[in-house]
């Protein structure tokens, strides 16, 4: 027995040394100690529970205990427990009258899980514990059976005896076997003297599930002494990592482990001048604050003007004197609106100058600040289509139209009538061209009305292939491509409408007559 537990001290102090070095930054505990089994209180603890004769006691060193923190109030644990352990459990001296197992050889190990209500930082750590184990004991060969009052016995040819014969047996028989699995649950506390060195109390039942009896079932009482692992202090100024503010630098309690290099009693981080002492009113320098802007006399660029410490102290420039500071302002020499971040708008049309194409010249901002005409409406309508061989406007070209319609509603346009005129290629018959390019024109002119603009102002009308953008003496030259050419032709054109035109249709009306 001395052996057995000199060889587990070795074992355990080795393993000890592995866990410390290899888990320093864990929440990590192991625990040596010793444990006493009780199987004659099987049934309760009124059953004899605290008399103590009945505990099968092993010596120091005979348990061993590694635990570690998942969460704030829940660790898993690993125990196991090994000796010479006695089994009175049914009372009898001999064979025949019950149990009687003297130095046994005995293993319980497996894992467990806790739960402790209380802050991990207690002196006081009491616990709840449930676990699933391996146990190995010398049961195998025996089997009981109850004839009430007396018990039937057979440790058969395992112990080298014979059956007695004490009546039938029963169903409720009890087959002994070495190995059994068996699930326990009990209490324990933890008893903190520092905050790494301590002592465990544990109590808990075993019960072995494959068993058809409880003669297995015992309960296994233990005290160990236990060392905690897993706070560490890496800067090594004694105040653990996870309660240092500073865990790199060696620093003093009273600041939670920050230092103070100067001593003035401010720490090195809130210290202007942390080498140098100084009152707290001058944020740790010996210097003034003469503008009381917060910032030291020594480090301000400006000592006698207020100013934010980001520019040293300084006040922020406003060179233009628009109000608008200049690290905010995006015309710093220019003085200008708030509301365009200091830049101007000279023509008033709510586009700041920097993004206006006609700075001096009111226009919308969907002609990028420039006066709206005929020409840019025209342009606005370039590349509409039409369905094939319809005067029904594609889909895509809507979004056109609706910018010619703003276009014509804008302050340079409004209240002024149009012509809008259609053409097309030179394919085709110049009957069905013209009739054609009369009805698109019409087209667009209804998709005009429908986004807004006012319909008497608005006269469609037809040219069919005539007035061509591009000919054919440009297709030779290799400027367009025949099918660029056609496309040029087909087109809309929005143009005033004057007494120009109106002469033009006096002048036919007299070649009828």
Known sequence: MKKFNLVLAVAASMFAATVFAQNTTNKWYIGVGMHAVDHTSARGVFDGFFDTKDYSIVPPLSKLTVARSIAKNFAVDLQASIGNVDNNRLGGSTPESGLAFKDEFFILAGLGLRWTPLSETSWFDPYLRVGANYHKYAYDGYEISE??????????ATKGGTAGANGALLEAKFSGQNNNFIVNGGVGINFWFTKNFGLNIESQYNWAPGATRDYIDFFQHSASIIFKFGNSDRDKDGILDKDDKCPDV????????????????????????????GPIENHGCPWGDRDNDGVTDNIDKCPDVAGPAENQGCPWPDRDGDGVLDKDDRCPDTPGLAKFKGCPDTDGDGIPDP??????????????????????????????????????????????????????????????????????????????????????AQSVTDALVENGVAKDRLTARGFGKTNFLCTDADVKAGKYTEDVCNQINRRVEVAPRTLTVQKTVEVKSSKKK
Do not use: M
Request: glycine fraction near 8%; charge should be negative.
């Open 147 to 156: 004839t009430n009052p007396k018990y039937s016995w057979d440790h058969g």
């Open 250 to 277: 060696w620093g003093l309690a009273q600041f939670q482990g920050c230092p103070d290099t100067d001593g003035d009693g401010i720490t090195d981080a809130e210290d202007q001048c942390p080498t140098v002492a």
């Open 355 to 440: 993004d206006d194409k006609c700075p001096n010249e009111a226009g919308p901002i969907e002609n990028h600040g420039c006066p709206v005409t005929y020409k840019t409406v025209t342009e606005a309508l370039q590349d509409i289509t039409f369905e094939f061989n319809s005067a029904k406007l594609t889909a895509e070209s809507l979004d056109k139209v609706k910018t010619a319609a703003s276009f014509l509603n804008s302050s340079s346009l409004a209240g002024q009538n149009a012509y809008v005129d259609g053409y097309t290629d030179k394919s085709g018959s110049a009957a069905y061209n013209l009739k054609l390019s009369k009805q698109r």
